[in-house]
């Protein structure tokens, strides 16, 4: 019996001349990798364009237990997915943290109010119009993305002029002895992200918008896992 599902794409991989492997995060299954199409035709075009990085799309799958590799019939895009493959800025973040999520939910069972996030976030970036909105929308991600991971930063503890050490996820109001913590005007803004909105422009000045990239990325490999793997990271930076 097919169910219907509603999906974002996370990572595509070519397996033969007729297929590809996608991987997707959906909110009735969680994770799940699907086999589409990867010819020439019509039908493989649309379906590579409704799957791009981070793109959201709806589906009916037969989903029987057991089987590690679904397929799917009737793809049709979510409500402005588009419009981030539309936008080369926003495509290169979408690349960027289709990575990031391919990485991290590696576990199967689906998680509501991950979903809520993740699927209120892509249409969020979608509807940006603001370039420093746009600018700014991965760091707020990944800092938001830490509290439905289980490690997120506890922002009670900030107060004008301390550090945030990054081992212990929290700020102090002395260095640590180890390197890794954030301070001066860095920390502030680092700060910032646990009350920052999408919508809203951080004007973050690109030095330190890179910096802070750098923190989050450090936080997670303090907490759960290294993302030194991620081929899309310098041209990000480069676009910073």
């Not at 009350?195 to 450090?218: C, G, K, N, V």
């Not at 303090?222 to 030194?228: A, D, T, V």
């Amino acid at each position: 019996m097919y169910q219907h599902l509603e999906c974002i794409a996370l990572r595509t991989v070519k397996v033969s001349d007729s297929k590809s492997l996608l991987s997707a995060w959906t909110r009735q299954l969680g994770r799940v990798s699907f086999s589409i199409p990867a010819g020439a035709g019509r039908e493989a075009r649309r379906r590579r364009a409704l799957c791009s990085p981070l793109a959201t799309f709806f589906g009916e799958c037969d989903v029987k237990p057991g089987r590690e590799i679904h397929s799917l019939r009737d793809v049709r895009a979510g409500a402005m997915s588009l419009a981030v493959a539309a936008s080369p800025a926003k495509s290169i973040i979408a690349i960027f943290l289709s990575e990031v999520l391919d990485l991290l939910l590696r576990r199967s069972e689906p998680d509501e109010a991950l979903s809520d996030f993740l699927f209120s976030s892509i249409e969020a970036f979608a509807a940006i119009t603001d370039n420093s909105c746009t600018a700014s929308f991965h760091i707020i991600f990944l800092y938001h993305l830490t509290l439905y991971a289980g490690i997120g930063p506890d922002a009670d503890t900030y107060i004008p002029g301390c550090v945030f050490d990054l081992r212990e996820g929290m700020f102090r109001t002395t260095a640590p002895l180890h390197p890794d913590f954030i301070a001066g005007e860095e920390c502030s803004y680092f700060a910032s992200l646990a009350s920052a909105r999408y919508d809203t422009p951080l004007h973050i000045p690109a030095p330190i918008r890179r910096h802070l990239l750098d923190f989050l990325l450090t936080y997670y490999s303090l907490h759960l896992m290294s993302f030194s793997s991620l081929k899309s990271l310098e041209i990000l930076r480069d676009m910073a």
